[in-house]
């Protein structure tokens, strides 16, 4: 980057360094709108490694809040260094924006009267940039059709998602539950697979889904210390969990725990809407996190992006 409105080798805090990029914003220029496009593909990396964050176990012995600030200040620091590499999406919105800027007509006015500030129109995004929600680091909207993905996916989410997106689409094709949905509680629950259920003696459960073992369960089981939230507030306590042969088996299990229980059919009821599925799991008690819904909503997007 040109100038003083180089960021990235600066405290991701800096509120000086903050400051300077506006100051140059409103003399356009073209090292400004590249330093604010590079500003803001850091933004939308941190939100990125947010939702990986919040998907993950965050609830081991030496975890605390104290733990987790310090953890979000290096991924603020980590993904303004990788924003000065670049994933194409700031060179994207250069391009974009240097178009507009220079487009006969446009000088901060938008097609229905109303001003932009420092030329940026106020109509829809420009196409190929997707919406996020600023409250939760999301997409809210899949990505297009067709569109084929830059190799930034980490290689355990990408590994984990080629080997089990078979069984999820097997288990979907009898259950018509999206397969991506299935996928996406997948690895909410197991923190894409690095956290599956274990027995004692290191057997794989192969339980993918969290599913514990009631008294109509006749298979295998094995017992795990698990966090419950009670009124809101996380315990700790052992439990009875499935354990299958499989994956295969545990995708079918699954499907069929959503299909023939009663308390399930509202989530079912959704089907394309990932918000509505995970809205409808939390609210039938799938789960007793309350952050749960929101989470999983996050990864179904990170899935159906991989």
């Known amino acids: 980057m040109i100038g003083g409105a180089d960021l990235t080798s600066k405290f991701a805090l800096d509120v000086q360094g903050v400051n300077q990029l506006k100051l140059e914003a409103k003399q356009s220029s073209p090292e400004a709108l590249?330093?604010?496009?590079?500003?803001?593909?850091?933004?939308?990396?941190?939100?990125?490694?947010k939702s990986m964050r919040e998907a993950s176990p965050q609830d081991?012995?030496?975890?605390?809040?104290?733990?987790?600030?310090?953890?979000?200040m290096l991924?603020?620091?980590?993904?303004?260094?990788?924003?000065?590499?670049?994933?194409?999406?700031?060179?994207?919105?250069?391009?974009?924006?240097?178009?507009?800027?220079?487009?006969p007509g446009v000088?901060?006015?938008?097609?229905?009267?109303?001003?932009?500030p420092a030329g940026l129109p106020l109509n829809a995004p420009q196409a190929g940039l997707r919406v996020q929600s600023p409250q939760e680091g999301i997409p809210l909207q899949p990505a297009p059709a067709g569109v084929v993905r830059k190799s930034d996916t980490p290689a355990h989410v990408d590994a984990f998602v080629q080997k089990l997106l078979?069984?999820?689409?097997?288990?979907?094709?009898?259950?018509?539950?999206p397969a991506s949905f299935m996928m996406g509680q997948a690895a909410l629950e197991t923190g894409w697979g690095r956290s599956e259920i274990r027995g004692a003696d290191g057997q794989n459960s192969h339980n993918l889904f969290g599913i514990k073992a009631g008294g109509s369960w006749k298979g295998r089981t094995?017992?795990?210390?698990?966090?419950?939230?009670?009124?809101?507030?996380?315990?700790?306590q052992v439990d009875t969990f499935r354990a299958y042969d499989s994956y295969a088996d545990a995708f079918r299990d699954y499907a069929n725990l959503l299909r023939g229980n009663a308390r399930y059919q509202n989530a079912i009821a959704q089907g394309q809407d990932a918000a509505g599925f995970a809205q409808g799991l939390q609210q039938a008690g799938y789960a007793t996190d309350p952050g749960?819904?929101?989470?999983?909503?996050g990864v179904i997007r990170m899935v159906e992006t991989t």
């Open 107 to 116: 000088d901060g006015v938008s097609s229905d009267g109303g001003t932009a």
């Open 166 to 177: 078979p069984h999820a689409q097997a288990a979907s094709a009898s259950s018509g539950i």
């Open 222 to 236: 094995v017992d795990i210390v698990t966090t419950e939230y009670v009124n809101g507030k996380p315990q700790k």
């Open 60 to 72: 081991g012995m030496f975890d605390s809040e104290q733990t987790r600030m310090y953890t979000a």
């Open 34 to 49: 590249k330093a604010a496009a590079q500003q803001f593909e850091a933004v939308f990396m941190n939100m990125l490694m």
């Open 292 to 297: 749960y819904a929101q989470k999983l909503m």
């Open 75 to 103: 991924d603020q620091q980590l993904t303004q260094k990788l924003a000065s590499r670049g994933i194409g999406l700031a060179d994207m919105m250069v391009r974009q924006l240097s178009r507009t800027l220079n487009a």
